[in-house]
């Protein structure tokens, strides 16, 4: 037989599921086709495996816990993990029984061992009234304390204090929020995303649905005196965007070149400014910061304010598990407002002229 490789094996798996004529065999071929290309990209590029036939069970458990260190490190939920093995070995039981490949690999023995169980997920860490509203004082302190002259850093006290509002209060996941470096469709939430008037955020939930959730009170303030600081150039710019200017310098570079311009006149251009001035002038979304990047950031402040549970930081999966019941929800709707400024919130926030930059 000749060779199949694992993507033309998926393109057939999904043609057939998609002509399956039963009720929402479209909507399953959609949503397993981003599954099932992110699990054959991640066999290419971690275990070399292109082949369907070179597959074997070591690449599957390899996989298993693969999803088990991101729902360890907040990016998936339990459940989305389970889901997403289980996609992947309802394909190899097709190929199997297909006869593309002698046996289903994913069905070995203990081989989903290593999958996150739902208390796995939540880390077992839940984030106390106490301890919340301990860090949460003392950002607002922070906040309120910055100096008026110096823009950069009330900028950055009121980031810091909108990043920990917004997790404390909607329950949303680090991965809906920050940027997923291994996910090209988990970039961050962007302003355009925010609806301050309604009152939600628009996420890519773990179903790889967007959803809308409601972003209360204690959220909406920080994040709104946080976007009247930041004045971000564009809807499209991240809620929290990166400060790592390497990867600022290389978005711009990449966003340029795209636009027409020579090297030589980005080079010169990148010699007379900033990256992020130069994002902030042309309109160039940075990249948003990662979800490991999140946590070093809660690492530090939970430091500096001397909160912590258990001995460990607050992590950003803490926080919704410290929220008992789940938080409101419901899918997006196509049309979305972009968020307003008020001009009553101008008086406790300084535009940042000099922009993001660190």
Same mark, same amino acid.
Request: charged content about 30%; glycine content about 8%; some cysteine.
């Given at each position: ?66 999803? $088990? ?48 169980? =739902? ?16 860090? !949460? ?24 204090? $909108? ?44 179903? /790889?649905?967007? !959803? ?64 992020? =001035? ?27 304010? /001397? ?52």
């Amino acid at each position: 037989m000749p060779d199949v490789s694992v993507a033309d094996a998926v393109d057939a798996y999904l043609r057939r599921t998609a002509v399956g004529g039963s009720e929402g065999s479209g909507a399953y071929a959609s949503n397993a086709g981003s599954i099932l290309g992110r699990w054959a990209g991640w066999l290419e590029d971690e275990r070399g495996v292109t082949s369907i036939f070179a597959l074997e069970e070591s690449d599957l458990r390899a996989y298993a816990a693969e999803l $088990a260190a991101r729902t360890e490190r907040g990016e998936y939920a339990a459940s989305t993990a389970s889901t997403y093995f289980a996609v992947v070995r309802a394909f190899l039981s097709w190929c199997e029984s297909g006869g593309i490949i002698e046996g289903n690999p994913a069905r070995a023995d203990g081989i989903t061992e290593a999958l996150p169980t =739902e208390e796995d997920g939540d880390g077992g860490q839940a984030w106390s009234p106490e301890a919340r509203q301990e860090l !949460e004082a003392h950002l607002e302190r922070r906040a309120l304390e910055a100096p008026d002259d110096d823009r950069r850093e009330r900028l950055g006290r009121l980031r810091e204090y $909108a990043m920990v509002a917004t997790l404390a209060h909607t329950g949303i996941r680090g991965a809906e929020l920050f940027r997923v470096p291994e996910d090209d469709r988990r970039q961050g939430a962007r302003w355009e995303d925010v609806d301050f008037y309604a009152g939600t955020v628009r996420v890519l939930g773990t179903a /790889g649905r967007h !959803e809308e959730v409601v972003l209360p009170a204690p959220a909406r303030t920080p994040l709104r005196r946080y976007w009247i600081a930041l004045d971000p150039p564009t809807p499209e710019w991240p809620l929290f965007p990166t400060r790592h200017a390497p990867s600022i310098a290389a978005r711009v570079r990449t966003v340029l070149g795209e636009r027409g311009l020579e090297e030589t006149e980005i080079e010169s251009l990148l010699e007379t400014q900033t990256a992020i =001035e130069l994002a902030r002038e042309r309109a160039i979304p940075p990249p948003a910061i990662t979800t490991e990047g999140a946590r070093s950031i809660l690492r530090r402040l939970c430091a500096d304010a /001397g909160v912590d549970v258990d001995g460990d930081y607050l992590k950003p999966r803490g926080a919704r598990r410290g929220l008992g019941n789940r938080p409101r929800r419901r899918e997006a709707t196509p049309s979305h407002s972009p968020p307003r400024e008020d001009f009553r919130e101008r008086s406790i926030a300084v535009a940042d002229s000099d922009g993001d930059d660190a």
